[in-house]
């Protein structure tokens, strides 16, 4: 009999099991998960051992070697359709675990994140079936003809190492093209974050998707859960999104068994403001870009660089946006700013905020803790934070803080503009403010990152390449990219 997974248990406290061929698994060594706005335990995971996620790869193996693998495109591709219409039937379900484990507004995970959860499902069951076919006519050596054609192939048991900032939808973003291009998938999401992966689990057996097509394993990285899986010889590809540190440890761990690899990473991301630009729309989009999510967000600019003639202006804008922000709890009217999501992390981005003083910053805004009353009091709220002053060579200017902050910058000429962007060891995103039409495409274009944004943030179709130059990453998703990672070709040559 299948396990519910958020099982509700006296205090509130639920049970998160492991998910393991069509089943929520006993076992485990169990760890707390906190609300980030409160502080207070909310939910109990299950740590994965070598024996559970030795079964998970045994039945990951099985569903492809089975009904799942066997199954027509048509039937598969109506499932994943399925599973986005329960995702959305049971949305408030998803979006109060998706707030519980991050501590973030209502409001956003309402518009962001539990939709995208849904989205990604229709784009690659769309996507799939939408994948050109390569064939290709030779001339043959005795004067004959032979056609090529190429068969894509799923690559087999794919691991989904999943990160805590935008949980639902960064993990369904390779979930779904994986599931759709036939792989079975074993995630594995941020210890700090597992509730929307189990609920997804409840989802996929209620969607009728086969036993072991989906399962999910909790814990840490090294020398857990992580370790485990991406080591494993029975699993094909690693799917990462999170830290570039972690990014080459799962290197070395995915080397021996040659396994294909996909990494969305960190970032330092900069963004531009020319003086052409239409201000008041810059410091709306800039300030969203940077404190949504409180920050969190892997393409958020924590650079900006901003044209002499128009900095005070714009600096003024960005200090008035921070200022009205509203921290507090996820449902209360009018909060616009979430918690960290975690006391580590917290203390990691207040080392940041000591080290710009050090390093010679003027505080505009923020720089601490904000006061707050009653349970999210013990939460781990951050003030927004805002610097100008720092010279471009100072850490605060080269390392990922992943926080409401961001250094603002002058520039004179649009070449320097360009050289200081570019000087990052990342190369994730850019977003570029100018009403030169001739500028926008020459500036985006020479960008050395994944994305370039102009007069606007994290707008996003899914069907274009989604990923990092440099060390922000490894390969592209995205539309048929995606179906690309997931899949291999088979090329059939047959003489006529
Ligand atoms: P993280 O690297 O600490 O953790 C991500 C996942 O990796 C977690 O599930 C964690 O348990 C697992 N993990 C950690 N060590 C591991 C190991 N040795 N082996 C296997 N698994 C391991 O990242 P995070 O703190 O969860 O997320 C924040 C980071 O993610 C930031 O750097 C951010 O820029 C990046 N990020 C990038 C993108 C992108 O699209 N490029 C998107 C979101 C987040
Ligand atoms: O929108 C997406 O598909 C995506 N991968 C966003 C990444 C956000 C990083 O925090």
């Given at each position: 009999m299948?396990?519910?997974?958020?099982?509700?248990?006296?205090?509130?406290?639920?049970?998160?099991?492991?998910?393991?061929?069509?089943?929520?698994?006993?076992?485990?060594?169990?760890?707390?998960?906190?609300?980030?706005?409160?502080?207070?335990?909310?939910?109990?995971?299950?740590?994965?051992?070598?024996?559970?996620?030795?079964?998970?790869?045994?039945?990951?193996?099985?569903?492809i070697?089975?009904e799942?693998?066997?199954?027509?495109?048509?039937?598969?591709?109506?499932?994943?359709?399925?599973?986005?219409?329960?995702?959305?039937?049971?949305?408030?379900?998803?979006?109060?675990?998706?707030?519980?484990?991050?501590?973030?507004?209502?409001?956003?995970?309402?518009?962001?994140?539990?939709?995208?959860?849904?989205?990604?499902?229709?784009?690659?069951?769309?996507?799939?079936?939408?994948?050109?076919?390569?064939?290709?006519?030779?001339?043959?050596?005795?004067?004959?003809?032979?056609?090529?054609?190429a068969?894509?192939?799923?690559?087999?048991?794919?691991?989904?190492?999943?990160?805590?900032?935008?949980?639902l939808?960064?993990?369904?973003?390779?979930?779904?093209?994986?599931?759709?291009?036939?792989?079975?998938v074993?995630?594995?999401?941020?210890?700090?974050?597992?509730?929307?992966?189990?609920?997804?689990?409840?989802?996929?057996?209620?969607?009728?998707?086969?036993?072991?097509?989906?399962?999910?394993?909790?814990?840490?990285?090294?020398?857990?859960?992580?370790?485990?899986l991406?080591?494993?010889?029975?699993?094909?590809?690693?799917?990462?999104?999170?830290?570039?540190?972690?990014?080459?440890?799962?290197m070395?761990a995915?080397?021996?068994?040659?396994?294909?690899l996909?990494?969305?990473?960190?970032?330092?991301?900069?963004?531009i403001?020319?003086?052409?630009?239409?201000?008041?729309?810059?410091?709306?989009?800039?300030?969203?870009?940077?404190?949504?999510?409180?920050?969190?967000?892997?393409?958020?600019?924590?650079?900006?660089?901003?044209?002499?003639?128009?900095?005070?202006?714009?600096?003024?804008?960005?200090?008035?946006?921070?200022?009205?922000?509203?921290?507090?709890?996820?449902?209360?009217?009018?909060?616009d700013?979430?918690?960290?999501?975690?006391a580590?992390?917290?203390?990691?981005?207040?080392?940041?905020?000591?080290?710009?003083?050090?390093?010679?910053?003027?505080?505009?805004?923020?720089?601490?803790?904000?006061?707050?009353?009653?349970?999210?009091?013990?939460?781990?709220?951050?003030?927004?934070?805002?610097?100008?002053?720092?010279?471009?060579?100072?850490?605060?200017?080269?390392?990922?803080?992943?926080?409401?902050?961001?250094?603002?910058?002058?520039?004179?000429?649009?070449?320097?503009?360009?050289?200081?962007?570019?000087?990052?060891?990342?190369?994730?995103?850019?977003?570029?403010?100018?009403?030169?039409?001739?500028?926008?495409?020459?500036?985006?274009?020479?960008?050395?990152?994944?994305?370039?944004?102009?007069?606007?943030?994290?707008?996003?179709?899914?069907?274009?390449?989604?990923?990092?130059?440099?060390?922000?990453?490894?390969?592209?998703?995205?539309?048929?990219?995606?179906?690309?990672?997931?899949?291999?070709?088979?090329?059939i040559?047959?003489?006529?």
């Amino acid at each position: 009999m299948t396990k519910r997974p958020l099982r509700e248990s006296p205090g509130r406290i639920r049970s998160l099991l492991n998910f393991v061929g069509g089943r929520f698994v006993d076992g485990g060594t169990p760890f707390d998960i906190l609300n980030p706005a409160t502080g207070a335990v909310h939910a109990i995971a299950y740590e994965a051992d070598r024996a559970i996620i030795d079964t998970a790869v045994a039945a990951a193996r099985s569903a492809i070697d089975g009904e799942w693998g066997r199954m027509p495109l048509a039937k598969r591709r109506a499932l994943l359709a399925r599973v986005a219409d329960l995702i959305e039937a049971r949305f408030d379900e998803f979006l109060e675990a998706e707030i519980a484990d991050t501590g973030k507004p209502h409001t956003l995970a309402h518009h962001l994140d539990i939709p995208r959860g849904a989205a990604n499902f229709r784009v690659f069951a769309d996507a799939i079936a939408n994948m050109p076919a390569e064939t290709f006519e030779m001339d043959t050596p005795d004067g004959g003809k032979a056609i090529n054609y190429a068969v894509r192939k799923p690559l087999g048991v794919v691991a989904v190492i999943s990160p805590w900032n935008l949980p639902l939808l960064l993990m369904t973003w390779k979930v779904a093209p994986a599931m759709a291009c036939g792989n079975a998938v074993i995630v594995k999401p941020s210890e700090e974050t597992p509730s929307t992966t189990t609920l997804l689990g409840e989802v996929m057996n209620e969607a009728g998707i086969p036993a072991g097509a989906f399962n999910v394993v909790h814990g840490f990285g090294p020398n857990s859960a992580g370790e485990l899986l991406t080591s494993h010889p029975g699993v094909r590809a690693i799917t990462f999104t999170g830290e570039t540190r972690t990014g080459t440890e799962i290197m070395k761990a995915a080397a021996p068994t040659v396994k294909a690899l996909s990494f969305e990473l960190g970032g330092k991301n900069a963004a531009i403001v020319f003086d052409d630009a239409d201000i008041p729309a810059a410091v709306t989009g800039l300030a969203r870009a940077v404190f949504l999510n409180t920050g969190q967000v892997c393409l958020a600019p924590e650079r900006i660089y901003v044209q002499r003639g128009v900095f005070d202006a714009f600096v003024a804008g960005m200090k008035a946006k921070a200022e009205a922000l509203k921290p507090g709890l996820p449902h209360d009217s009018g909060v616009d700013l979430g918690p960290l999501i975690s006391a580590g992390h917290r203390a990691k981005v207040l080392g940041y905020y000591a080290l710009a003083v050090e390093e010679g910053a003027t505080v505009v805004t923020g720089g601490g803790v904000p006061k707050l009353d009653g349970p999210a009091a013990d939460g781990f709220f951050v003030q927004p934070t805002l610097w100008t002053g720092l010279p471009h060579d100072a850490r605060i200017c080269r390392e990922e803080i992943f926080g409401p902050a961001a250094a603002i910058i002058p520039f004179d000429s649009e070449e320097e503009a360009i050289a200081l962007a570019n000087d990052s060891e990342y190369g994730l995103a850019a977003s570029i403010w100018t009403t030169n039409l001739s500028r926008a495409h020459r500036v985006g274009q020479a960008m050395e990152v994944g994305i370039s944004w102009v007069n606007c943030w994290f707008l996003r179709d899914l069907r274009t390449p989604f990923g990092g130059a440099k060390m922000s990453g490894i390969g592209r998703e995205g539309g048929h990219h995606s179906i690309n990672f997931y899949s291999e070709p088979t090329n059939i040559c047959i003489k006529l």
